[in-house]
């Protein structure tokens, strides 16, 4: 008698995803800023992607042939940490800096770890803050925007730490990208469209973007300013790179907790961070800084959070 039982093993239920689809559609909701920082910019931020793209690319594959491990750089990881590292310098910079930044970033975090899905922290984020500790004076040299010559070069976040007033800069400018400041984190409209692409998709869930950047909201309204309650929270996020990191980095599939109690936890810790930074570190933006101490945060969040194994008490 024939056995229809036959069960084979988990998982029982597929999707038709795999992880090079993924990352490639993260690279194609990336475009959008990068048009943007082009048309904002001009060709060198176009050239400042590009080196930092094939950099990272090479240094995946030569660090995979050296180590013996199988090539893996189609899966497009590799592109997303270049394009990412690009997004977070200056159009300026020189191009031997996305080299080293990318080098760093593919070598040291995330092959050192094993590579794709080890890696503990985001290795973009790890490549600027690497850039910026090395190099501060490239990193916070800031080019104007093209055709708009009543734009102050100046980043808006560091104009308010220095105390001058920015009333040439409206909320319409900072969301269309008309001030100076990083490749891919000046159009808010475009990283909008990008981002909209993956929730879109279902490959990234709200909690962390919501949570994120309405902490960051919340605590600059209440201190942000010299009086309680009157600070001006809609500049702060629509400044800086808030909205690249709370989209596209602080969404990073292997850096960040699991269930979805433990990433409104790491989205809160990262807005909380970030606003204290900005507001009383030294440093005028602090979006970097967050999502990598919230990364180190993530093995203990994902402890205290993991869910109840169905059956147990």
């Known amino acids: 008698m024939r056995n229809n039982l036959i069960v084979s093993g988990s998982p029982h239920i597929h999707k038709q995803e795999s992880i090079p ?6 690279v194609i909701s990336l475009i959008p800023a990068g048009v943007a920082g082009v048309i904002i910019f001009g060709l060198d931020a176009l050239w400042v992607t590009l080196v930092a793209l ?7 594959i030569i660090f995979e042939v050296l180590t013996k491990k199988k090539i893996t750089v189609m899966d497009g990881s590799a592109v997303i940490t270049g394009i990412l590292l690009a997004y977070n310098l200056p159009s300026g910079v020189p191009l031997w800096l996305p080299i080293v930044g990318a080098v760093f970033s593919i070598a040291i975090g995330k092959q050192v770890f094993g590579g794709l899905g080890q890696n503990i922290f985001n290795p973009a984020l790890i490549g600027r803050v690497f850039l910026m500790a090395s190099w501060p004076k490239y990193m916070t040299t800031f080019v104007k925007p093209l055709s708009y010559d009543t734009i ?9 730490k220095e105390g001058k007033i920015l009333e040439h800069i409206s909320y319409l400018d900072l969301f269309l990208g008309k001030r100076g400041g990083c490749i891919g984190e ?12 993956l929730l879109y998709k279902g490959y990234i869930s709200w909690h962390i973007p919501a949570t994120y950047i309405f902490t960051t909201a919340v605590f600059t309204y209440i201190f942000g300013a010299k009086q309680l309650f009157h600070g001006d929270w809609l500049f702060h996020i629509l400044s800086g790179g808030l909205i690249l990191g709370a989209f596209f980095m602080a969404t990073d599939y292997v850096a960040t907790p699991l269930t979805a109690k433990g990433q409104l936890i790491f989205g809160v810790g990262c ?16 979006v970097s800084y967050a999502i990598l101490m919230m990364n180190a945060a993530t093995p203990f969040i994902d402890r205290y959070t993991k869910n109840r194994i169905y059956g147990t008490s």
């Not at 689809?21 to 993260?26: A, G, H, K, L, S």
């Not at 807005?271 to 602090?286: K, M």
């Open 54 to 60: 094939v950099a990272a690319v090479l240094t995946e």
């Open 271 to 286: 807005g909380l961070l970030t606003a204290i930074i900005r507001i009383w570190g030294g440093y005028p933006e602090g």
């Open 186 to 197: 000046v159009c808010i409209l475009a990283l909008l469209i990008g981002a909209a692409i």
């Open 152 to 160: 102050a070069s100046a980043t808006p976040l560091a104009a308010l």
């Open 21 to 26: 689809r993924i990352m490639w559609t993260v």
